[in-house]
Nanobody
Protein backbone atom coordinates (compact mmCIF):
# COMPACT_ATOMS: atom_id res chain seq x y z
CA UNK A 1 0.00 0.00 0.00
CA UNK A 2 1.28 3.43 -0.92
CA UNK A 3 2.09 5.74 1.98
CA UNK A 4 2.81 9.46 1.73
CA UNK A 5 4.34 11.75 4.32
CA UNK A 6 4.53 15.52 4.11
CA UNK A 7 7.41 17.45 5.68
CA UNK A 8 8.44 21.07 5.88
CA UNK A 9 8.27 24.18 8.07
CA UNK A 10 5.08 24.88 9.95
CA UNK A 11 5.56 28.65 9.87
CA UNK A 12 6.41 30.84 6.90
CA UNK A 13 6.66 34.62 6.77
CA UNK A 14 4.61 36.66 4.30
CA UNK A 15 6.26 37.18 0.89
CA UNK A 16 8.51 34.14 1.39
CA UNK A 17 8.38 30.83 -0.48
CA UNK A 18 6.69 27.85 1.14
CA UNK A 19 8.50 24.57 0.43
CA UNK A 20 7.12 21.14 1.29
CA UNK A 21 8.35 17.65 0.50
CA UNK A 22 6.33 14.46 0.13
CA UNK A 23 8.16 11.20 0.76
CA UNK A 24 6.54 8.18 -0.85
CA UNK A 25 6.87 4.56 0.24
CA UNK A 26 5.25 1.40 -1.04
CA UNK A 27 5.19 2.65 -4.63
CA UNK A 28 7.29 4.47 -7.21
CA UNK A 29 6.56 8.04 -8.27
CA UNK A 30 7.44 6.95 -11.80
CA UNK A 31 4.53 4.49 -11.79
CA UNK A 32 2.80 4.72 -15.16
CA UNK A 33 -0.63 6.38 -15.31
CA UNK A 34 -0.37 7.80 -11.82
CA UNK A 35 -0.26 11.43 -10.75
CA UNK A 36 1.27 12.88 -7.60
CA UNK A 37 -0.57 15.88 -6.26
CA UNK A 38 -0.61 18.65 -3.71
CA UNK A 39 -3.87 19.79 -2.16
CA UNK A 40 -4.67 22.17 0.67
CA UNK A 41 -7.52 23.02 2.99
CA UNK A 42 -7.63 26.52 4.51
CA UNK A 43 -9.43 26.95 7.85
CA UNK A 44 -13.19 26.71 7.37
CA UNK A 45 -12.91 26.01 3.64
CA UNK A 46 -12.96 23.02 1.33
CA UNK A 47 -10.15 21.01 -0.16
CA UNK A 48 -8.35 22.74 -3.05
CA UNK A 49 -6.22 21.00 -5.68
CA UNK A 50 -2.98 22.91 -6.23
CA UNK A 51 -1.19 20.88 -8.86
CA UNK A 52 0.19 17.50 -9.89
CA UNK A 53 3.20 15.87 -11.48
CA UNK A 54 2.76 12.86 -13.68
CA UNK A 55 4.83 9.70 -13.92
CA UNK A 56 6.71 11.17 -16.89
CA UNK A 57 7.44 14.41 -15.05
CA UNK A 58 4.80 16.56 -16.74
CA UNK A 59 3.22 19.11 -14.44
CA UNK A 60 -0.35 20.36 -14.15
CA UNK A 61 -1.46 23.35 -12.09
CA UNK A 62 -4.63 24.93 -10.78
CA UNK A 63 -4.98 28.06 -12.94
CA UNK A 64 -5.68 30.19 -9.89
CA UNK A 65 -2.32 29.24 -8.35
CA UNK A 66 -0.22 28.55 -11.44
CA UNK A 67 1.78 31.78 -11.32
CA UNK A 68 3.03 31.00 -7.79
CA UNK A 69 3.27 27.20 -7.79
CA UNK A 70 6.02 24.81 -8.80
CA UNK A 71 6.04 21.04 -8.36
CA UNK A 72 9.16 18.97 -8.93
CA UNK A 73 10.44 15.52 -8.06
CA UNK A 74 13.55 13.58 -7.06
CA UNK A 75 13.14 10.07 -8.39
CA UNK A 76 16.30 8.86 -6.61
CA UNK A 77 14.64 9.67 -3.27
CA UNK A 78 11.08 8.85 -4.37
CA UNK A 79 10.02 12.34 -3.30
CA UNK A 80 8.15 15.22 -4.86
CA UNK A 81 8.10 18.80 -3.69
CA UNK A 82 5.86 21.85 -3.65
CA UNK A 83 7.03 25.44 -3.81
CA UNK A 84 4.51 28.25 -3.37
CA UNK A 85 5.98 31.72 -3.75
CA UNK A 86 4.92 35.13 -2.42
CA UNK A 87 2.78 33.63 0.34
CA UNK A 88 0.21 35.63 2.28
CA UNK A 89 -1.82 34.78 5.40
CA UNK A 90 -4.52 33.48 3.01
CA UNK A 91 -2.15 30.60 2.20
CA UNK A 92 -2.47 29.31 5.78
CA UNK A 93 -3.84 25.78 5.45
CA UNK A 94 -3.34 22.10 5.98
CA UNK A 95 -1.30 20.88 3.01
CA UNK A 96 -1.65 17.33 1.76
CA UNK A 97 0.22 15.23 -0.78
CA UNK A 98 -1.73 12.56 -2.58
CA UNK A 99 -1.72 10.15 -5.49
CA UNK A 100 -4.31 8.84 -7.91
CA UNK A 101 -5.07 8.02 -11.55
CA UNK A 102 -5.67 11.65 -12.57
CA UNK A 103 -4.58 15.09 -11.32
CA UNK A 104 -6.28 15.91 -8.03
CA UNK A 105 -7.84 12.49 -7.58
CA UNK A 106 -6.69 10.86 -4.37
CA UNK A 107 -6.53 7.13 -3.96
CA UNK A 108 -4.01 7.68 -1.19
CA UNK A 109 -3.28 10.81 0.80
CA UNK A 110 -0.80 11.82 3.50
CA UNK A 111 -1.94 12.88 6.96
CA UNK A 112 -1.32 16.53 6.11
CA UNK A 113 0.90 19.22 7.53
CA UNK A 114 -0.32 22.52 8.91
CA UNK A 115 1.38 25.62 7.56
CA UNK A 116 0.80 29.06 9.02
CA UNK A 117 1.79 32.23 7.17
CA UNK A 118 2.48 34.93 9.70
CA UNK A 119 5.11 37.51 10.56
Amino acid sequence: QVQLQESGPGLVKPSQTLSLTCTVSGGSITRIYYFWSWLRQPPGKGLEWMGSIGSSGNTYYNPSLKSRTSISRDTSKNQFTLQLSSVTPEDTAIYYCATGPSPGVSDYRGQGTHVTVSS
